[in-house]
């Protein structure tokens, strides 16, 4: 979600997402992060999880207007 003017949007996604587990990856990716320490402790908090999405189609939504992309 986010906003273009005074006006509520989003982008949705659709298509496969697999769990990244590597420390390596989820520690290099939280550092790149500002917000990381805002919602989780560290890299091995359990509610810290990265996924890797395999879109297939992408969906950009405003109040006027619905638009679907293929991938």
């Known amino acids: 979600m986010f906003k273009k003017g005074d006006r509520d ?29 805002k919602h989780w402790e560290s890299i091995g908090d359990p509610s810290y999880t990265l996924l890797e999405i395999f879109p297939s189609e992408a969906t950009y939504v405003t109040p006027d207007k619905t638009t679907r992309t293929k991938l």
């Open 9 to 37: 949007c989003c982008i949705r996604v659709t298509g496969l997402a697999k769990m990244i587990k590597g420390k390596l990856v989820k520690t290099k990716l939280a550092r790149h992060c500002d917000f990381f320490n």
